[in-house]
């Protein structure tokens, strides 16, 4: 079983900046695609940052210009950056990683993180 550690999360000022991690069991290389997504309390899970594995992102709307997905090989581990934090991004944030079957017949396989609290407030 794929395992995802999640570590950055609490609370911040608006404005504010935090990192979060996750590092996965094996090696990044091995995941089609990695990313970060969020579910706030009463709404529906949110795309927030994702990585293929040729290297182009895709950010959600509401997080562009403002939080950034990163990798480092070394030490296995998915970054992101959140820079100007709101508190509309209060949420708890999840680590994904996908791998595409390519036996047939094709499917794909998400793993998730445990998620991290990332609460924005004065």
């Known amino acids: 079983q794929v395992q995802l550690v999640e570590s950055g999360g609490g609370l911040v000022q608006p404005g504010g900046s935090l990192r979060l991690s996750c590092t996965a069991s094996r090696s990044i290389f091995s995941f089609d695609a990695m990313g970060w997504y969020r579910q706030a309390p009463g709404k529906q899970r949110e795309v927030v940052a994702t990585?293929?594995?040729?290297?182009?992102?895709n950010y959600g709307d509401s997080v562009k210009g403002r939080f950034t997905i990163s990798r480092d090989i070394v030490k296995n581990t998915v970054y992101l950056q959140m820079d100007s934090l709101k508190p509309e991004d209060t949420a708890v944030y999840y680590c994904?990683?996908?791998?595409?079957?390519?036996?047939?017949?094709?499917?794909?396989?998400?793993?998730w993180g445990q998620g991290t609290q990332v609460t924005v407030s004065s």
């Open positions: 994904n990683a996908l791998l595409l079957s390519r036996v047939v017949p094709v499917s794909e396989s998400n793993y």
């Open positions: 990585r293929t594995k040729a290297g182009s992102t």
